[in-house]
């Protein structure tokens, strides 16, 4: 794990790039239009962590996507598990959390790489050191400005290589709720620096309220701008089955053979498949899993060389 703080000059970093290094001829493009020909959009970019996703759903460098979900429901949970994933397929992270410090954000990690409540000292070692090269968390709480986050952005993109940068979450980046034209614009810059670098973005948001937590939300719940969809490639919005939940406090087991959570594919901008992506909690490792039987595993981490194996 490698920890950013604000002893860095992110006022360098302010500036986007030259307007005219944007500018090209339509012949340049002409081996990506070939390659996007011959490969479906569903087999570039990387998968999400069930293999039942594996050819419906990839998250591609250069694009941003929206994860929303109404408060508690797991947002921050399950794109920690998906960044897991995401390492392991040889990308780079940045976790910008300003709700979590860094340590409680390595610890849920520690716990959904191991598969289990509480991993050994060594295990817990061995994570922190495959996280070397692999992960950086910005060490930040409280509020950020939308102009210093995506400086942090493009200091992890120029300086550390990052190819996925995730915000958690849009509400502190110092937006106020009924801000819209403020929230249009930042969502905004952060789709062109991911179409101008090629990092991908990753900006977890708050969805509406409704009358209960029991119906799913969709893309047009998220709470603050209808821009902050629109603008975006990819949303996966996050819901928990708290109806489930109260069903089986109450001794009621006739839902138990429905998902703990479902991860609804809202958008899918350069991909065939939207719909709906049924998920089974385990509680002690903080992991989703893909069906109501699995367990989950723990990663083999091959530092030697250089991988890792579930």
């Known amino acids: 794990m490698n920890v950013i703080d604000d002893t860095i000059d992110f006022d360098a970093y302010l500036q ?43 998250l591609r460098h250069g694009e941003l ?22 390492m392991a397929q040889g990308e780079k992270i940045c976790i910008a959390s300003m709700e979590m410090k860094p340590a409680a954000t390595m610890q849920r990690m520690c716990r959904q790489a191991f598969g289990c409540n509480a991993p050994n000292r060594q295990e817990i070692r061995d994570l922190h050191t495959w996280t070397n090269d ?11 400005s939308p102009e210093r986050m995506l400086a942090v952005g493009r200091y992890c993109h120029e300086q550390l290589g990052i190819t996925h940068f995730v915000i958690d979450n849009l509400l502190s980046c110092g937006i106020a709720e009924d801000g819209y034209d403020a929230q249009k614009q930042f969502v905004l810059a952060l789709a062109t620096h991911a179409h ?24 047009f719940d998220v709470r603050g701008s209808a ?9 996966f919005s996050v819901w928990r089955n708290r109806g489930k939940e109260l069903a089986q406090e109450e001794g009621d087991h006739s839902k138990n053979s429905e998902a703990d959570a479902l991860l609804t594919v809202c958008k899918h901008r350069h991909g ?10 385990n509680r002690s490792s903080q992991s989703y899993m893909q069906g109501p039987n699995d367990q989950p595993k723990a990663m083999r981490l091959l530092a030697d060389e250089d991988k890792v194996e579930f």
């Open 65 to 86: 996507s929206i994860w929303p979900g109404m408060s508690g429901h797991g947002k921050s949970m399950i794109v920690g598990q998906v960044g897991l994933h995401l």
């Open 134 to 144: 692999r992960l950086w968390l910005y060490d930040q709480q409280g509020q950020v």
């Open 272 to 281: 065939d498949w939207e719909g709906r992506i049924q998920l089974w909690f």
């Open 16 to 58: 986007g790039p030259d307007e005219a290094a944007s500018i090209r001829p339509a012949a340049s493009w002409a081996d990506e239009v070939i390659a996007a020909f011959e490969r479906p959009a569903t087999q570039t970019g990387a998968g999400l962590p069930w293999n039942k996703t594996s050819e419906i759903v990839r």
């Open 196 to 219: 101008d670098t090629g990092q991908a973005v990753h900006l977890l948001a708050h969805s509406r309220k409704g009358k209960d937590e029991l119906t799913p939300p969709g893309k």
């Open 227 to 235: 821009s902050i969809t629109d603008l975006a490639d990819n949303v």
